[in-house]
């Protein structure tokens, strides 16, 4: 039983270059999220699904676009990467409804220059 | 909007001590709340659900309470060792998201 991983672990992009975090569970969780975290800030939601072809906007959704087009699966894409966007990513999943607690992954740390 | 709050932001004790780690949180309609572990530069580990239900659970040293109408959680430590240095997150599922406090970074001397 693998959990959530993440891939990759480390990765440094250029300014203006385009890139997909990838996601992977596989607990049968209905829930996905991504959340990113930054010093001070704590942990903030990028984007989430609720189920295969289901997302929707969390907190802090500009400069990301996901897709849910499986139950194990939830890559997230950054399309033209800024320095605003150097920060630890987290994805995570759970059961629906919410009675149960979340599962994560070990994050992905991304450098933008 | 759930906002969660963590105090104190940092903790230092010495190795045996028993310690509280508080959290609190604005809207008391909660599913339930989450207790993590983060170890420096790796991801969150889930030490403690506590149902809306319930009032606490244990799991060895650890024992989290749940006061949801005070909008308070503590996470009690018993007799601290150094390998409980970590930082301690909190998290409470409201509507269908979880919200995070920014954490407690502890430190246990020997």
């Known amino acids: 039983n693998a959990g959530v991983t993440q891939t990759p672990k480390f990765q440094v992009l250029k300014t203006g270059q385009s890139m997909t975090l990838q996601c992977a569970q596989d607990?049968?969780?209905?829930?996905m999220s991504w959340y990113r975290q930054d010093p001070g800030m704590g942990l903030r939601l990028i984007h989430y699904?609720?189920?295969?072809?289901?997302?929707d906007q969390g907190e802090v959704p500009n400069g990301y676009n996901v897709s849910r087009s499986t139950t194990e699966d939830f890559p997230l894409r950054l399309l033209s990467a800024a320095p605003s966007q150097t920060s630890v990513y987290f994805c995570?999943?759970?059961?629906?409804?919410?009675?149960?607690?979340?599962?994560f992954g070990s994050g992905t740390r991304l450098t933008v220059v | 909007k759930q906002e969660v709050t963590q105090i104190p932001a940092a903790l230092s004790v010495p190795e045996g001590e028993n310690l509280v780690l508080n959290c609190s949180f604005t809207?008391?309609?909660?599913?339930?709340l989450q207790w993590f572990r983060q170890d420096p530069g790796k991801g969150l580990t889930s030490l403690l659900l506590?149902?809306?239900?319930?009032r606490e659970q244990t799991s060895g040293r650890l024992n989290a309470s749940l006061d949801k109408s005070s909008g308070r959680s503590t996470l009690y430590i018993a007799a601290s060792q150094p390998g409980d240095s970590a930082t301690y997150l909190c998290?409470?599922?409201?509507?269908?998201?979880?919200?995070f406090g920014t954490g407690t970074s502890l430190t246990v001397i020997p």
């Open positions: 506590i149902q809306s239900s319930q």
């Open positions: 607990m049968n969780h209905e829930y």
């Open positions: 699904s609720v189920g295969a072809g289901i997302t």
């Open positions: 995570a999943s759970r059961y629906n409804p919410g009675a149960w607690g979340y599962t």
């Open positions: 998290a409470v599922l409201t509507g269908n998201q979880f919200y």
């Open positions: 809207d008391s309609a909660i599913y339930n």
